[in-house]
């Protein structure tokens, strides 16, 4: 009965009524070798389905080096407009396998990769959904506006217990 309880209340409500999982859309989304994670926000009053992504960079940087797309780090990377056109694509195949308002319709590329040393992740790999969410607000509240960009401002821990912040400015991508 419990396990049957959880599935519940992961279902998202989307704004026709219909629920849906957002891991099953995740999961879907991981099926692009281009994609290493991915976190699927909907629900909570939200107008429709979007994701924040994370990009697989060995993978991704091997295809932007066949097309000659110069980069220098992970945020570089994932920012480049070739990078974000690309992605889509791949979020558009994904999406014409499901039905329409359980669809992606925007979505961010992170500008790091989700840690667990940062509480992101569990030691398993497992996305902590609440805590991403609150986290990464900034970029949910960029998927909900009109901005084509929104500028977020990160912690990042580094392994000898050092932080720092970074600010970047991340491209929000419209999906057909």
């Known amino acids: 009965m419990s396990e049957v309880h959880t599935h519940i209340k992961e279902l998202a409500k989307l704004p026709d009524g219909t629920r ?11 099926f692009s070798p281009y994609i290493r994670d991915a976190i699927i ?23 932007a080096e066949k097309k ?8 570089d990377l ?7 056109d690309f992605l889509r694509k791949e979020v558009e195949k994904m999406n ?26 569990t ?15 900034g970029y949910i509240d ?4 009109d901005k084509e960009t929104c500028e977020v401002e990160s912690d990042v821990k580094y392994r000898d217990g ?3 912040k970074i600010k970047a400015e991340i491209r929000v991508v419209d999906v057909e």
């Open 162 to 164: 050092r932080v720092s």
């Open 78 to 84: 994932s920012q480049k407009a070739q990078v974000c």
């Open 96 to 121: 014409e396998n499901i039905p329409s308002s359980a669809r992606i319709k925007r979505f961010v590329l992170t500008n790091k990769e989700f840690d667990p040393d940062e509480a992101e992740l």
């Open 41 to 63: 926000v909907a629900g909570k009053g939200r107008p429709f389905v979007s994701a924040i992504i994370q990009i697989d960079f060995d993978i991704t940087g091997e295809w």
């Open 68 to 75: 000659k797309i110069g980069y220098t780090t992970f945020a």
């Open 20 to 30: 849906f999982s957002a891991q099953v859309n995740e999961a879907r989304l991981k």
């Open 123 to 137: 030691r398993t790999r497992k996305l902590r959904r609440e805590y991403v969410e609150k986290k990464y607000a």
């Open 142 to 145: 960029a998927l909900y506006s």
